[in-house]
């Protein structure tokens, strides 16, 4: 199970728990023979609002995760006005009729899953003139609730966004099962992204990214840890 100092502490501020949160990613980073520079810390401020999100700006964080479209547009645009070098990751399941909203707001989308949003996607980036990077979502428990490509049609997958569609795929992610050791689940993506010949791995959440980090993540999604509970249920 994940160590308990990557919990956070209701008391603690915000600063001291993005603090905590740099610390644990160096001092993993170190445990696996990884430089820590190699780790992007997505904050995860979805169910946060614009004035939580401009404390973790003010204490030098610039990498957000975000995992609605709506919420996002309600909430960064304003922000990034003040601050032109922040860079919106979207973490949650994207609907084809948002491509364009996506495209247009996000830097990076995480949640590619399947080839009709490919296809969105595509014709979005060609009209928007607009490439954010993209990541491969892989439902690597194969929950059938869950989004994502299954582990087998992975590097296919990957194979074809990038060939046929020319997409910028640059990594895989993944939400492993609540009840499973996450251990098996970063290690399969991490052979997954190999045989696909991507190298971006983004994996490892408030209760896991330690573990996610010592195997191999490039970059973790982290909410409570850093901003404490959500205002509303999560709805991923
Ligand atoms: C909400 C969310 C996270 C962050 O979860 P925490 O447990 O609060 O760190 C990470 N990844 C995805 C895809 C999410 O939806």
Redesign the pocket.
Known sequence: MAPTSAQPSSAASLPENLQHVRDEIAAAARAGGRDASAVTLVA?S?GHDAAEAAQAIAAGQRVF?E?RVQEAQAKWPSLRETHGDLELHL??PLQTNKAREAVALFDVIQSLDRARLAEALAGEMAKQNKRPNLFVQVNSGEEVQKAGVLPAEAVAFVRWCRGDKNLPVVGLMC?PPVDEEPALHFALLRELAQEAGVTQLSMG???DYPLAVRLGATHV?????IFGERHYP?K?
């Open positions: 995860v979805k995760g995992n973490i949650g939400i959440m408030s209760a999604r982290v909410g409570t840890a999560p991923d």
